[in-house]
């Protein structure tokens, strides 16, 4: 049904992921590449001093991309004593060890990191996500709030996600 439709294959691939079909996945990400249908980057936007900031997974553009990683790690390595692992499901199984090392440089972390960096410990962090957060997003910037003491809510494409303390108001259940 509508061979040519991105979404059809988005929801597919979404599906085989899901359920840990990898090859599955693996199989329409290949078909997707060979029709030269392309997913557009992910993309998170925080306002930070009335100002509008863009993040995309990986992005090494921004004037402060040095101190938003170092900060970042340091995050990683906070949220990590509180239980994190990096929850590698939702890669493909022929992904590369630099798609595997993106999985920390998600644009919400990014974007998440740059806002901690650059407001002040009662100011609420409130970012737009162009496409539905990961789990192991969803899982980090639960982490990530705990840690900080800060409320943190995205606008992802299906929901408001509010973390505070350690929860999500979705209930995890995005």
């Given at each position: 049904m509508e061979p040519e439709k991105l979404s059809n294959?988005?929801?597919l691939l979404n599906i085989y992921n899901?359920?840990?079909k990898q090859k599955e996945a693996a199989s329409v990400f290949h078909t997707l590449k060979k029709k030269g249908l392309r997913m557009l980057p992910v993309c998170?936007?925080?306002?930070?001093k009335k100002q509008q900031h863009m993040f995309v997974s990986g992005d090494k553009k921004s004037k402060s991309h040095v101190e938003i990683v170092k900060n970042l790690k340091k995050l990683m390595?906070?949220?990590?004593k509180?239980?994190?692992?990096?929850?590698?499901?939702?890669?493909?199984?022929?992904?590369?060890?630099?798609?595997?090392?993106?999985?920390?440089?998600h644009s919400e972390k990014l974007a998440v990191s740059f806002g901690?960096?650059?407001?002040?410990?009662?100011?609420?962090?409130?970012?737009?996500?162009s496409h539905r957060i990961c789990d192991d997003c969803h899982l980090a910037v639960k982490l990530m709030a705990k840690l900080t003491g800060r409320v943190i809510v995205v606008r992802?494409?299906?929901?408001?996600h509010r973390f505070e303390n350690g929860k999500c108001s979705c209930g995890d259940y995005w």
């Open positions: 294959y988005v929801v899901s359920c840990g998170t936007w925080i306002d930070v390595l906070g949220i990590e509180h239980g994190y692992v990096p929850k590698k499901n939702t890669l493909l199984p022929d992904v590369d060890e630099r798609e595997e090392q993106m999985l920390m440089f901690l960096m650059n407001t002040s410990d009662s100011t609420p962090l409130h970012l737009v996500q992802d494409a299906s929901r408001f």
